[in-house]
């Protein structure tokens, strides 16, 4: 099983930016997905949103469509870290961020139900 550790939430004001890290251990040496989720307030674990996936085969990217020219996706191969950079947020960007593990692909790669190792999640507040 992978662990995943994320970090980088917190409060931020409207039109502010925030990166998230994850950062991946126990990963074998084969293609994975790697993705971020956020479940808003009120919302329950199924609900969680598909926000971008990034796959370590060739680095191409997902997004969804309320952050897509908004957030980023990218990583770091060597460290086994995936990142979220977040520009120009919204209070309706409130959640907690979860980052999402698989080995091979998924046809529905922004399905929750894709994907069996999860963080603990980091609380994102955009407020003013």
């Known amino acids: 099983q992978v662990q995943l550790v994320e970090s980088g939430g917190g409060l931020v004001q409207p039109g502010r930016s925030l990166r998230l890290s994850c950062a991946a251990s126990g990963v074998k040496p084969i293609v994975y997905l790697m993705a971020w989720f956020r479940q808003a307030p009120g919302k329950e674990r199924k609900d969680r949103e598909g926000?971008?996936?990034?796959?370590?085969?060739?680095?191409?990217?997902r997004y969804a469509d309320s952050v897509k020219g908004r957030f980023t996706i990218s990583r770091d191969n060597d460290k086994n870290t995936v990142y979220l950079n977040m520009n120009n947020l919204k209070p309706e960007d409130t959640g907690i961020y979860y980052c999402?593990?698989?080995?091979?692909?998924?046809?529905?790669?922004?399905?929750?139900?894709?994907?069996?190792?999860w963080g603990q999640g980091t609380q994102v507040t955009v407020s003013s």
């Open positions: 926000l971008s996936r990034i796959s370590s085969l060739d680095d191409s990217t």
């Open positions: 999402a593990f698989r080995y091979g692909d998924a046809w529905e790669s922004l399905s929750p139900v894709a994907y069996p190792d």
